[in-house]
C-alpha cells in the first residue's frame, strides 16, 4: 500500500531517487521493476509494480480496438508504458518523453495511490492541490459510495 506526498529531487539525467520506506517493499513485491506510464487525464505519470500493471494491461488490450475511445486509451497508456527497475541506490530512471508529458524538473512529488504512485513535478502538485482543495463545497454531493465512509 503506497500512499503519502513524498518531495523528492531528480537529477540532470532523470534518476529520482525513492524513499527508503518503500524500496524494501518493492524490492519483495516486484524485485525492484516497475511500469511507468503516462496519465491521460493529468500531466502526471502513473507508476506501477510491474504486477500490478500487467493486470491493467491485459484489461486494456481486451478492450474492443474498433472503440475509438478505447483506441485513445490503448494507445496513449500501453504506448508510453515504459520498464522502469530500481538500481542499487535505490533510484528510477525516467524517460525523456516522459519526463517532458508531466513537466517535470528538478523538484517532483511521488504521490501514493494504494497500489501505484504518481509523478508529478512540485509546481503542477501545489496547483492541482490547491484546485482540488477549492473545489471543496460542503453543498457538493458526494459520490453514493463514499457518503457513508466516516473519517
Known sequence: MFRGVNPINMDAKGRMAIPSRYREQLSVHCAGQM???????????????LHEWEVIQQKIEALPSFDPSARRIQRLLIGHATDVELDANGRLLLSAVLRDYAQLGKKVILLGQGKKFEIWSEEMWNQTRDEYLQLSDPGTALPVDLQSLSL
Request: charged share 20%.
Open 35 to 49: 511500469v511507468a506510464t503516462i496519465d491521460t487525464e493529468s500531466r502526471c505519470l502513473l507508476l506501477y509494480p
